[in-house]
């Protein structure tokens, strides 16, 4: 679908504008794409070499399908004081995933890295919306991360049972 809009959309721009209207397109998108994809490859590494470092025995306490409230709190701050961007942030929440945190922690993860993140509050928000407008989007977006882990979590477990073993039999 992505193939036939773009062959569309170029078809168009082409009719419109010639083949100099074409490369010119085609010469700034491969220029984003170079700026792009040392970002995304850096991110990536970051995620693999994360899910390598972490203890998983550690992490699937913390954060996996048994942490309870405590899994979705450290979710949450851990997404809120994450630097970065997507870049950043989806490779990390993939490489928790892989060494066993659940999806209500990882969910609360992304949800305060968008919601909350300090990044953006210290360095856009602050200077242009102002302090109390910022502390109070804030606090009011607290709770989001949490009930989006804990309803995350919710219907993951409902959707993906986990087989029965012996050890639940006794």
């Not at 851990?78 to 950043?88: E, Q, S």
């Not at 928790?96 to 945190?101: F, I």
């Not at 009011?140 to 309803?151: E, F, T």
Request: aromatic share 8%; proline share 6%.
């Amino acid at each position: 679908m992505i193939a036939v809009l773009v062959a569309v959309s170029a078809a168009l721009v082409w009719r419109r504008d010639g083949t100099g209207g074409v490369l010119d397109i085609l010469t700034h998108d491969l220029s984003l794409f170079g700026g792009i994809l040392p970002r995304v490859l850096a991110g990536c590494l970051l995620g693999a070499f994360i899910s390598e470092i972490l203890p998983h025995e550690r992490v699937s306490r913390s954060l996996g399908p048994k942490s309870g409230l405590k899994g979705l709190l450290i979710g949450t701050a851990f997404g809120a004081i994450l630097p970065g961007g997507p870049f950043t942030a989806y490779p990390v929440a993939s490489a928790l995933l892989a060494v066993g945190a659940d999806f209500g922690a990882t969910i609360a993860m992304v949800v305060s890295w968008t919601l909350i993140g300090y990044g953006r509050a210290v360095a856009w928000e602050l200077p242009i919306m102002g302090t109390d407008f910022t502390l109070w989007r804030i606090v009011i977006s607290l709770p989001q991360p949490v009930l989006a882990g804990a309803l995350g979590r919710f219907v993951y477990v409902r959707i993906y049972p986990k087989p029965a073993t012996k050890d639940d039999e006794n």
